[in-house]
């Protein structure tokens, strides 16, 4: 699969948004077009607005709506189609603007992978060494299917969701974060780069591995990064050598020590395989 990544994702962190409808929509705004105020929060990757009125809408009842977010940012949902994770749940992904300063609307996603240019919400805040943690209803982090978080959800390890074994999924969803962003030492600082072919797979076999013949065992991933690293995916942003000064726990878990089954032996719960 190949793996185009968006640096920037925009966190919302905002249990209120203003609904307004620009037109032709299902709603209508409050008494001389002023905002509507609403609370929201998610369903898997769809909105869920509750209006004062007690009314419910769900996100292809939001075409044409506009949430302003308490972090000042105006995102307005210009459309909205179903997809399907890797594990074939629905997913919606939504086709977002961003009110500029001159009043404008620009798409805030840039193309994925998939060529698409559309985004949606995951529940949470992304703390400051790049972890998703759970957080109170509405508080949500909005993300393009050209991102970290997008792609995780897509791969089939949706923050929420369980598990095969039952347990809870937000350890191998942050694991899969650290992996596509080559975060090796966990503290938030990726050095992939755009446009990245990588196979991925698990212990639980929710994605299992393509085996491509030019691919080798690249790392282990847990949540805090990598438990060992046998090759760098970039080298020109890192090296190995580097990766041991920078995070002196991958001492003597570098080069070829990093086998699956030695990563498997430290706790990783992701693997992965890269071009050397």
Known sequence: MRMTILLHHWLTS?????????????MQASAQG?????????????????????????SPELVGAVLGLRSGLRVRIDAVEQDR????????????????VDGTWQNLCRVGPDGRR???????????????????????ELTCTGGALAKCVRFGYAPWGLRPDGG???????????????DYGGDGWGSTRDGMLIDIYDVWE????????EHEFEAGWTPNGAVC????????????????QRYP??????????????????GALLFNRSRP
């Open 14 to 26: 905002s249990c209120l948004v203003t609904f307004i409808v620009l037109g032709g929509g299902v």
């Open 34 to 58: 002023q905002p509507v105020a609403a609370s929201i929060d998610l369903e898997g990757t769809g909105f869920h607005v509750t209006l004062p009125d007690g009314r419910v809408l769900r």
């Open 85 to 100: 994770d890797h594990r074939g749940r629905p997913l919606w992904l939504h086709t977002l603007s961003a009110e500029q």
């Open 118 to 140: 559309a985004g949606f919400a995951v529940p949470g805040h992304q703390t400051a060494d790049g972890r998703l943690a759970e957080a109170g209803p509405g508080v949500f």
């Open 168 to 182: 809870a999924m937000r350890d191998l969803f942050n694991a899969c974060v650290r992996m596509v962003r080559a």
């Open 206 to 213: 929710i994605r299992t591995p393509d085996r491509l013949e």
């Open 229 to 244: 690293v046998h090759h760098v995916r970039v080298k020109e942003n890192v090296s190995l050598d580097h990766l041991v």
């Open 249 to 266: 726990r991958l001492s003597d878990r570098t080069g070829p020590v990093c086998t699956e089954e030695f990563a498997r032996s430290q």
